[in-house]
């Protein structure tokens, strides 16, 4: 007979054999060996409600869902137990969900999206299922907390930073809303990296949370789609084309399910992973001795979904990014189309299509959908080139994540020729096509035509443009945040509006309430329900703006205040965990996570630290203590081969070497980078933080969502009128923001004078700059990284970002800050007042935009 036997020192359970004992009994020691007998049996209970009946449950899987050895039952053990014990709900409710689909039969959503920056499921999944309490409860029998096992889940590796964490608040906006929906992605084995801080700076390995196997995702081997790439193209005797050789992957389906919150439905992300067949091993080859030659093609099947974002300075790594790309795109549309066929007798009503479908592309990486649907309907299906176009056109809709130029796909069309021979000729025909509309409706255009085209075939470097094909293809374009929109109107596709202006849209983003604030800062939550008196708010974040009535109330404000102490002091834990660095809870926690990129202007946050230690050394010890003490923490991930990004990582962490063991300084200022930032690591920070710096240069952030993250939870901003920060602004009331810096407008102006030599830098930015190059903070040679400050044009030089500009503005800001710290009942009620204007940025809201504005969709509940 099997036990569980509990060591209270290690957490260790070992299998007992006992005949003394029941069957089922759990055997705790504690440090004196003596056995305390709990029963837990094994019973399969898939809709447990009661703690007493998860734990059999969980007791259940240990046993007979077994993933390891029968005689450890660790922590690890215990989270996967746990984890399929959940997963049992899940599917009945998925299984439920999808019966009602089928049944009802209404349009559907399929959100395309190279990254969904998931996080960690089970907290979310049982906080949705609102079954937290019974579960703590039911782990309590095996004398475990909840907080240790979730904290085993490692973060699902499928994305990078924003565009992935937003498609995954979108997912679960949908479920909570009831939506008939799915997402769409790839299976990637080693996410994008691994984010170590060594004494060199940043280092990369690859993540592992695949290495022995995710408990969220199932496998659907009845789910399987060919993916063809190179090969040729046919033309038949009656004028129809068909591409022909080439090699073939075969696309496999793992779904992972998405519950709405306190509702039963239960919607899919599906991820793509690519495999080759058994027959495309070469038996002969690998007898013969030629071993990777024997299995080439499974080699490179393999590689598909191994990276995300794979570096693409070589001819091979192009290839394999396209191969990604296409790979996401073909195989969600022969499923989105067999769906479609499935649920109608032939011959099928194509003109019916996007009656039933609506596919959303979540920037540009998506883009071959549209080809490849043209393709499928075409060549496949039998449609004319007119029928097809219009189901395709009525069907795809495209977000726009960016105005950054490098960020607008553009691929190169030998490359594409080679790897996608039939879908190059259907874009061909696309351009061509666009081409004539404008030279026979639209004489005015045809001096813009050559920029509006999606082919650019310069003879020295021919392109595919990404961004073009989609507004030229889609339905709606839109845009994130109400200044990106009006960006992208007024400027990236201005001539497109022209033609087309109902086109183009807002859709300010949203993250969702309940992994934002309701699971991740517990505390702050029950005082909102406390003094709203109801927790709909969670659900209907608007009801937020009651709070404003109390901001000013003392007793509010104390409570507000411990929730906010007790969320620092798990940051301060976390941070002493990872980085062996002890800050202070009493000091401001000022804190700046997010991609590390040269726009977002990190570079300006450390300068600004940087001018902040040298005035506090050259203070006297008395002066010293009228400051305000500040730990300022950096995370985030420069992208491995942007050399100028790594370079900023690199001194934040010299600083932070140097700044705090100066035992004049330490007191009262700390700076610490966190490694390895991931959606687990931010919902320990975002709770815990009081300032939160979104200072990019302005009209360069498209949106931004970690603002409205800082912002619900009660963290006051300092930034720029850039992205949502506009809207945020709006929202929380001016006073409760800290603004500096150039306006969009005013950039290109400021530029085109620094270009001219006119720019004047404040003593401040010089006298910054000029410490770093003293050597103070090591010997590593900093020097291409200020002279990229430097200047007045040129690549890599004349400071493109505008830093040496905003900071003067942003010293002057930061002094508003230490003065509005220091009164600590004005910064609580600023703090409130943040949180109350947060109702607006729910990823509810903006689902149901898209819902009713672009794909027209209704919800579909199960009853």
């Not at 399929?84 to 999206?113: A, C, G, M």
Request: proline residues 4%; charged residues 25%; aromatic residues 10%.
């Amino acid at each position: 007979m099997h036990f569980f036997n509990y060591s209270s020192s290690t957490w260790k359970v070992e299998l007992v054999k006992d005949k003394d004992l029941e069957m089922g009994s759990k055997v705790e020691t504690n440090g004196g060996g003596s056995l305390v007998a709990a029963k837990v049996a094994a019973v399969a209970n898939p809709l447990a409600e009661k703690p007493d009946e998860i734990a059999s449950n969980i007791s259940y899987h240990s046993q007979y869902s077994p993933h390891f050895s029968p005689f450890k039952f660790e922590l690890e053990q215990a989270y996967y137990a746990t984890a399929e014990s959940v997963r049992d709900r899940l599917i009945q409710q998925w299984n439920e969900t999808y019966l009602h689909f089928h049944k009802v039969d209404p349009k559907q959503t399929y959100y395309l999206s190279m990254e969904f920056l998931q996080g960690r499921a089970l907290t979310n999944a049982i906080g949705n299922l609102n079954i937290q309490d019974a579960y703590a409860d039911a782990l309590r029998k095996f004398g475990l907390e909840l907080e240790e096992i979730t904290e085993q889940e490692k973060d699902a590796a499928l994305g990078n930073g924003g565009l992935g964490r937003l498609a995954s608040c979108f997912l679960d906006s949908m479920a909570t809303l009831n939506l008939p929906a799915w997402g769409y992605g790839l299976r990637y084995r080693y996410g994008l990296f691994k984010q170590i801080i060594a004494k060199e700076g940043q280092e990369e390995v690859a993540e592992d949370w695949l290495e022995k196997f995710s408990p969220w995702e199932i496998v659907r081997h009845d789910i399987l789609y060919p993916v063809k790439f190179f090969g040729q193209v046919e033309v038949n005797p009656d004028g129809s084309r068909k591409w022909v050789g080439g090699e073939v992957v075969q696309a496999l389906a793992y779904d992972v399910p998405i519950p709405g919150y306190k509702t039963k439905n239960t919607i899919s992300l599906r991820l793509w992973e690519a495999k080759a067949h058994a027959d495309d091993f070469d038996l002969f080859l690998f007898n013969d001795g030629q071993l990777e030659s024997a299995s080439v093609l499974h080699s490179r099947a393999q590689q598909i979904c191994s990276v995300l974002y794979p570096g693409d300075a070589t001819e091979g790594g192009k290839l394999l990014r396209l191969k990604q790309q296409y790979f996401l795109c073909s195989a969600s549309l022969q499923d989105i189309i067999s769906r479609f066929k499935e649920r109608r007798q032939g011959p099928w009503n194509w003109s019916e299509f996007p009656t039933k479908v609506a596919v959303q592309l979540n920037d540009t990486h998506p883009t071959l959908s549209i080809p490849e649907l043209m393709r499928l309907l075409m060549d496949d299906e039998g449609l004319g080139w007119d029928e097809a176009w219009e189901v395709t056109t009525k069907t795809i809709a495209y977000t726009n994540h960016t105005v950054l130029p490098e960020a607008l796909e553009k691929w190169s069309q030998p490359v594409m020729w080679k790897l996608l021979p039939r879908h190059m000729e259907i874009i061909q025909e696309i351009d061509k096509r666009f081409a004539t509309l404008i030279s026979k409706t639209r004489l005015d255009l045809e001096s813009e035509l050559s920029t509006m085209r999606i082919l650019d075939n310069n003879p020295q470097k021919p392109v595919v443009r990404m961004a073009n094909l989609c507004v030229v293809s889609a339905h709606t374009v839109n845009g994130v945040a109400q200044l990106h929109s009006d960006i992208l109107k007024s400027e990236l596709f201005a001539n497109y509006v022209s033609i087309w202006p109902t086109k183009f849209q807002n859709k300010t983003n949203g993250i969702t309430p309940r992994r934002w604030i309701s699971f991740c800062s517990p505390e702050l939550s029950r005082i909102i329900t406390k003094w709203l008196k109801t927790d709909q708010w969670v659900t209907n974040l608007d009801l937020l703006t009651g709070l404003r009535q109390f901001a000013d109330n003392e007793e509010l404000q104390a409570e507000w205040l411990a929730a906010k102490m007790a969320n620092k002091q798990r940051l301060a834990q976390y941070v002493l965990q990872v980085t062996g660095e002890s800050i202070d809870p009493d000091s401001l926690f000022d804190i700046q996570v997010k991609r590390i990129h040269e726009y977002k202007r990190q570079l300006l946050n450390i300068l600004g630290v940087i001018y902040r230690y040298k005035k506090l050394k050259e203070m006297s010890p008395e002066e010293r203590k009228s400051t305000t003490p500040r730990t300022v923490m950096f995370g985030g991930k420069a992208f491995a081969t942007y050399t100028n990004a790594k370079r900023i990582v690199k001194l934040v962490d010299d600083v932070g070497a140097v700044v705090n063991i100066d035992p004049e300084v330490n007191s009262y200022l700390k700076v610490v980078f966190v490694p390895n930032y991931n959606v687990s690591v931010a919902e320990v920070l975002i709770p815990g933080s009081e300032l939160s710096q979104h200072i990019s240069t302005a009209g360069m952030e498209a949106s931004g969502t970690s603002n409205m993250k800082f912002a619900l939870n009660g963290c006051l901003i300092i930034g720029t009128l850039d992205g949502a920060n506009v809207e945020i602004r709006e929202e929380i009331g001016e006073e409760n923001f800290f603004l500096f810096g150039a306006t969009a407008e005013d950039v290109p102006r400021l530029r085109k004078e620094r270009e001219d030599g006119l720019f004047k830098p404040d003593p401040r930015f010089e006298e910054a700059k000029k410490f770093i190059r003293s050597g103070v903070f090591g010997s590593y040679d900093y020097n291409p990284l200020l002279e990229s400050l430097e200047g007045n044009s040129g690549y890599g030089r004349g400071d493109y970002f505008l830093v040496g500009y905003d900071f003067a503005s942003y010293m002057d800001a930061q002094e508003k800050v230490d003065e509005a710290y220091r009164d600590k009942k004005r910064w609580l009620k600023m703090s409130i007042l943040s949180t109350a204007g947060s109702g607006k940025f729910s990823s509810d809201r903006t689902i149901a935009q898209y819902a009713k504005e672009i794909w027209n969709i209704e919800e579909c509940r199960v009853p």
